[in-house]
């Protein structure tokens, strides 16, 4: 059985990802539409290998008849048209930080608890925060041994998580550097080449940027309600791939070799923890993997059942575009899509009835 599956906002960096692992992993696509911006309207882009769309205009578009949305295309923009797209019974996976935190849609990392994709009752389903998303791939398989508590986490951002405009400025920055041009700062508060800047999002009263209470609140949302979250979320002069160096205070005593064998059986996690020189993942090496790398694993003495490690993850793929496909992945293996509409759990009818 194939899809019809609608791509929007399929000009930006992760509109782009989101059609190339549509092709890479073979979704059962019968049709697929990129959509964006009037002035993208009319622009070709790829789908795989041999295909070309001809990319259509989302404010006339009719969602009626298509079966999943994935969407990317800012948090304004999916406010007015998610909702639209929903209402003319196509499922939305929407990327954007608007509804994540809203009753009705869960927020999903399919490792982590995809079973909570059919509480859905409002025909969309929210994709976490990139940080947040490969954190919790990589914490998981521990919070189920150990049971954690509390998170301290120090993110190290890569430029692209600010889309394309954010990836130009770190190039232009760059090369202007070498022939003395002074830099121009538009994306970033401060100069992003050759600098560490300790500030994403806009400031929030209590001290902390919205990036870091996202990853705190969508935490609690996805994995248990009760785990405490400190981040401190820093961009860095990397183009693509997220690093965080995160330590865990956990309820029960903390077992080294049992923490291996669970991160070396997890799903999407492959860990690479070899204490000699390189033997950990760095973010150039992680770019265009699906995995969540892991590394530097240890005891944290400073805290009683505490374990420290390392974490690095394509930010454009697993913290974007490839769990959005895999929740749509999700959705056909649990059958939640019939008749396109998304039935919770407990709605599904059997086959008899839905005939």
Not at 232 to 257: M, N, Y
Request: with cysteine; glycine share 8%.
């Amino acid at each position: 059985m194939g899809y019809r599956v609608a791509v929007v906002g399929a000009t930006g960096a992760v509109g782009r990802e989101l059609l190339r692992i549509l092709a890479e992993r073979e979704f059962p696509v019968k049709e697929v539409v990129a959509l964006a911006s009037p002035r993208s309207a009319g622009r070709e882009i790829s789908f795989g290998d041999k295909t070309v769309l001809k990319v259509q205009n989302l404010e006339t578009f009719d969602f009626k008849g298509w079966d999943i949305a994935l969407f990317s295309p800012g948090g304004a923009i999916s406010a007015v048209y998610a909702p639209k797209a929903a209402a003319a019974g196509c499922v939305v996976i929407d990327n954007t930080s608007h509804f994540r935190m809203e009753p009705g849609i869960p927020l999903i990392v399919p490792e982590v608890n995809a079973a909570a994709i059919g509480k859905a009752s409002r025909g969309i389903i929210a994709n976490p925060n990139c940080s947040t998303a490969q954190m919790l791939v990589a914490l998981k398989p521990l919070h189920d041994l150990f049971r954690i508590k509390r998170i301290v986490v120090s993110t190290y951002q890569a430029v692209s998580g600010a889309g394309k405009d954010g990836m130009d400025e770190l190039f232009a920055q760059t090369k202007g550097t070498f022939v003395n041009d002074p830099p121009t700062v538009a994306q970033f508060t401060k100069q992003i080449a050759f600098n560490v800047i300790p500030h994403i999002d806009r400031f929030m009263d209590d001290g902390a940027t919205k990036e870091e209470w996202k990853m705190a609140v969508e935490t609690r949302k996805i994995m248990d309600p009760d785990i405490k979250v400190l981040a401190t979320c820093v961009r860095v002069p990397v183009f693509i791939g997220h690093s965080e160096a995160i330590s865990i205070e956990c309820e029960k005593p903390v077992d080294l070799k049992k923490a291996r064998e669970a991160l070396r059986k997890a799903p999407g996690v492959i860990l690479r923890d070899e204490r000699e020189d390189g033997g950990y993942v760095t973010p150039i090496e992680c770019v265009g993997e699906d995995a969540t790398y892991v590394s530097r694993l240890r005891i944290d003495p400073s805290v009683e059942n505490g374990l420290a490690l390392w974490c690095v993850s394509d930010n454009l793929r697993k913290g974007a575009a490839l769990n959005a496909v895999q929740i749509a992945e999700s959705i056909v293996e649990q059958g939640l899509l019939k008749d396109g509409q998304l039935f919770r759990r407990n709605e599904i009818p059997d086959e008899d009835e839905a005939e």
